[in-house]
T-cell receptor
Framework: EAGVTQFPSHSVIEKGQTVTLRCDPI?????LYWYRRVMGKEIKFLLH????????ESGMPNNRFLAERTGGTYSTLKVQPAELEDSGVYFC???????????FGPGTRLTVL | GEDVEQSLFLSVREGDSSVINCTYT??????LYWYKQEPGAGLQLLTY?????DMKQDQRLTVLLNKKDKHLSLRIADTQTGDSAIYFC????????????FGTGTLLAVQP
């Protein structure tokens, strides 16, 4: 069974540009989560989808970040326009049910110059 | 709010035991987790313990949970160079099961 996959693995963009990150959860997992780790700090929760619905987006830093999960399968996280402080590693995770073990993808390393 | 703390660095010799500690301020009564991140890789679920347990053993790994002191530890027996990685403790905050609060991570360096 394939695990959580994320694309791209690395992205280098300039300040003000737009970047879209993609996450494919484990097949059959209705719950999808986004986290990020910036500047070697803690890994912080961004938001949680149940199927295509945003269940909790309390961790989204500001309105430059837009997450979608059309059709309840893969998810995208768009940063527009990107700022320097957005640099970090963005992790996606999925779980079968809320409260169950979250399985993480390899992460996307975003560098904003 | 919920806070999870870990020491930043631990160095051990190959063959010794490693003990990585974690404290948390509060947590939902569900699972507490240990994740491992090897260089250049993602977060790998290492093990977990349900909050009504005191101890869980899984081959070389032993997880101890002291709910009274809100203290979680991970012991790795016979530590190998391949165990060198960052280890993250994670727990759901009180009243929420849909998110995890992570510690800063402990970098384990295993010397040959």
């Amino acid at each position: 069974e394939a695990g959580v996959t994320q694309f791209p693995s690395h992205s280098v963009i300039e300040k003000g540009q737009t970047v879209t990150l993609r996450c494919d959860p484990i097949s059959g997992h209705d719950n999808l989560y986004w986290y990020r780790r910036v500047m070697g700090k803690e890994i912080k929760f961004l938001l949680h989808f149940v199927k295509e619905s945003k269940q909790d987006e309390s961790g989204m830093p500001n309105n430059r970040f837009l997450a979608e999960r059309t059709g309840g399968t893969y998810s995208t996280l768009k940063v527009q326009p990107a700022e320097l402080e957005d640099s970090g590693v963005y992790f996606c995770a999925s779980s079968q049910d809320e409260g169950h073990t979250q399985y993480f993808g390899p992460g996307t390393r975003l560098t904003v110059l | 709010g919920e806070d999870v703390e870990q020491s930043l660095f631990l160095s051990v010799r190959e063959g010794d035991s490693s003990v990585i500690n974690c404290t948390y301020t509060d947590s939902s009564s569900t699972y507490l987790y240990w994740y491992k991140q090897e260089p250049g890789a993602g977060l790998q679920l290492l093990t977990y313990i349900f909050s009504n347990m005191d101890m869980k053993q899984d081959q070389r790994l032993t997880v101890l949970l002291n709910k009274k002191d809100k203290h979680l530890s991970l012991r790795i027996a016979d530590t190998q160079t391949g165990d060198s990685a960052i280890y993250f403790c994670a727990a759901p905050p009180w009243g929420a099961t849909n998110k995890l609060i992570f510690g800063t991570g402990t970098l384990l360096a295993v010397q040959p």
